[in-house]
C-alpha cells in the first residue's frame, strides 16, 4: 500500500469535518491528536519510504460492486450497472457483471440475472463469490435444491470457504432437510469451535426438528461466543426446562450454565 496516502486521508477528513481546528485546545486534550498534526506526522514519516502499490484482487472490486448492487432500489441499481458495462465506467469489467447479477436478483430477474452470470463465468472469472451468488439465482428462479446441489459442488472445490459453507447449510434448511445440515455443521462445529454463525445456524436446525433442548443449547454457544453471556444463561435454562433430554444431556448444560454464570459473576460478557 503507498504509505502516502495516509497523509491524503487526513487531509481528506480534515477537508470534511464539520469542527473547526482552531488550535485553542492543546493536542493532548483531545481524543485524537490534532488533525494538521496527524498530517505532518504521516508526511514525515513517509516521505523516505519507497513508493508501493497494491493491485486489488478481483473479490475486492466484487465485494464493492456487491455493496453498490445492495444499495437503494433494486431497478436503480440495475440501470447503474448496465450503463456501467455499455460505458467502461468499472475498473474491471467483471466486477460491473457481478454487481449486475446482483442487482438483477435483488429486481427478482432470475432469468436475466442467469444469463449474465454466464457471461461472467465464460470471462474467466471463478471462486467462492462465483458460486455463493450461482446459488442465489437458482434460488431466485425458485429452485432451492438446484442451489444446494452447486453449494455441495462448491464445497468440494473450497473446502476451506465459509461462506459457501454457511450457504450450503442454510440452502439444507430451507429444504427441510435438517438432519443434514446437522451432519454438515458437526464437522464445521469440529474445526472452527469459535465460529458463533454455525451455532445460530444449528440452532435453527433443531428447531425446526422440535428438539427444543439442543435448539437453545445452540443458542447458547451462540449468545456466549457473542459475548452475551446473560442471554446464554437464559437460553441454557430455557433447555434446562423444555422437559426434555436425558441424565447425561441434563449435566452437561448443568456444568456449562454453572461455568456461564461463574464467568458473568466475575464480570465477564455483557
Known amino acids: 500500500f503507498d504509505a502516502r496516502a495516509m497523509a491524503a486521508f ?19 486534550l483531545r481524543s485524537h491528536p490534532v488533525t494538521t498534526e496527524r498530517i505532518a ?34 431497478a436503480d441499481a440495475v440501470r447503474h450497472f448496465q450503463s456501467s458495462l455499455r460505458e467502461g465506467r468499472f475498473a474491471r469489467e467483471s466486477a460491473a457483471r457481478y454487481g449486475l447479477v446482483n442487482a438483477l436478483v435483488r429486481a427478482r430477474q432470475g432469468t436475466q440475472a442467469q444469463a449474465e452470470l454466464d457471461r461472467l463465468r465464460a470471462g474467466g472469472s471463478a471462486g467462492p463469490m462465483i458460486e455463493t451468488l450461482a446459488a442465489r439465482v437458482r434460488r431466485a428462479q425458485g429452485d432451492v435444491a438446484g442451489a444446494a446441489s452447486l453449494l455441495r459442488e462448491a464445497r468440494g472445490k473450497y473446502p476451506h ?7 450450503h447449510v442454510e440452502a439444507l434448511e430451507d429444504l427441510n432437510r435438517n ?5 454438515v455443521l458437526a464437522e464445521a462445529q469440529r474445526l472452527h469451535p469459535g465460529d458463533a454463525r454455525l451455532y445460530s445456524l444449528q440452532s435453527r436446525a433443531y428447531a425446526a426438528l422440535g428438539k427444543r433442548l439442543q435448539q437453545h443449547q445452540a443458542q447458547a454457544e451462540f449468545y456466549a461466543l457473542q459475548g452475551s453471556l446473560p442471554a446464554a444463561i437464559e437460553q441454557l435454562q430455557l433447555a434446562r426446562a423444555s422437559g426434555e433430554g436425558d441424565f447425561y444431556q441434563l449435566s452437561v448444560i448443568d456444568a456449562r450454565l454453572k461455568a456461564l454464570q461463574a464467568q458473568h459473576a466475575e464480570g465477564g460478557g455483557r
Open 161 to 167: 470457504s465459509r461462506p459457501v459453507l454457511y450457504a
Open 179 to 183: 438432519q443434514d445440515a446437522l451432519a
Open 41 to 74: 506526522d504521516a508526511q514525515n514519516k513517509s516521505s523516505g519510504l519507497p513508493y508501493k502499490q497494491h493491485l486489488d484482487s478481483e473479490e475486492f472490486h466484487f465485494v464493492r460492486a456487491k455493496l453498490r448492487a445492495d444499495w437503494g432500489h433494486p
Open 10 to 28: 487526513f487531509e481528506k477528513l480534515q477537508r470534511h469535518t464539520r469542527v473547526a481546528d482552531d488550535g485553542t485546545v492543546p493536542g493532548y
